[in-house]
T-cell receptor
C-alpha cells in the first residue's frame, strides 16, 4: 500500500523567495505521486504528478516537484513565491489496493506568502 | 474543461435528518468519489463508484450511503445526520483507466446541529 505524509502544518515565506512544501511517501513498488492545491472556498485543483521518468516534474502556475527515491520524498517547489500562492497544498498517492482508484491524501500544508 | 458540480455550497441540517448531497460531472468519467475534508486530517475517502450502480466502500463509510443511477451523477446520503458528520464534503471524478487525474467540485460545507 502507498501512503504519504506532510510533516509541516504551515509554511511561511516572503513574496519573491523560493518555497518548498514537503511530502514523504511510503510505497511498495513504483510510486505514483500527485500534488493538489486548494484555494479558499474552492475544491482541489491538480498541480502535477509523477508517474515515472524525470525526477523533476513541472506543473501548473510555475510549480515543480522533485522526486527523490533515496529520501522517499516528493517536495513541491517554486523559485519565487507570489502572495496568490497562499493556499492549502495536498500531496497524494493511489493507495495501491487492487481496484482502488481513489487517492490517499496527506494532511495538508497551509502556505502563507507574506507581501 | 471538466466540470464537477456539487448542488449546494452550504447546508445546515438537524440531527436525525436524512441528507442528500448531489454531484454531477460533465466529462463522461467512469469513476466518481466522495471525500470528507477535516482540518489536520486531509481528505478521507467515504465511497467511490467505478460504474453505474457500482459502489465500493472507502475508509470511512459508516453512517453514509451512495447512489449512482446515471453515469454523470453520484449522490451521498446521510441516513440520519449526526453532529460528528459536520464537515466539508468533496466530490471528484476521473477517467476509468490508469492513474488518472481527479477533478474536484467546489465542496459542500455541511453543518449538523
Amino acid at each position: 500500500a502507498q501512503s504519504v505524509a506532510q510533516p509541516e502544518d504551515q509554511v511561511n515565506v516572503a513574496e519573491g523567495n523560493p518555497l518548498t512544501v514537503k511530502c514523504t511517501y511510503s510505497v511498495s513498488g513504483n510510486p505514483y505521486l500527485f500534488w493538489y492545491v486548494q484555494y479558499p472556498n474552492r475544491g482541489l485543483q491538480f498541480l502535477l504528478k509523477y508517474i515515472t521518468g524525470d525526477n523533476l516534474v513541472k506543473g501548473s502556475y510555475g510549480f515543480e516537484a522533485e522526486f527523490n527515491k533515496s529520501q522517499t520524498s516528493f517536495h513541491l517547489k517554486k523559485p519565487s513565491a507570489l502572495v496568490s500562492d497562499s493556499a492549502l497544498y495536498f500531496c497524494a498517492a493511489p493507495p495501491g489496493d487492487t481496484g482502488r482508484r481513489a487517492l490517499t491524501f496527506g494532511s495538508g500544508t497551509r502556505l502563507q506568502v507574506q507581501p | 474543461d471538466v466540470k464537477v458540480t456539487q448542488s449546494s455550497r452550504y447546508l445546515v441540517k438537524r440531527t436525525g435528518e436524512k441528507v442528500f448531497l448531489e454531484c454531477v460531472q460533465d466529462m463522461d468519467h467512469e469513476n466518481m468519489f466522495w471525500y470528507r475534508q477535516d482540518p489536520g486530517l486531509g481528505l478521507r475517502l467515504i465511497y467511490f463508484s467505478y460504474d453505474v450502480k457500482m459502489k465500493e466502500k472507502g475508509d470511512i463509510p459508516e453512517g453514509y450511503s451512495v447512489s449512482r443511477e446515471k453515469k454523470e451523477r453520484f449522490s451521498l446520503i446521510l441516513e440520519s445526520a449526526s453532529t460528528n458528520q459536520t464537515s466539508m464534503y468533496l466530490c471528484a471524478s476521473s477517467l476509468g483507466q490508469g492513474i488518472p487525474i481527479q477533478y474536484f467540485g467546489a465542496g459542500t460545507r455541511l453543518s449538523v446541529l
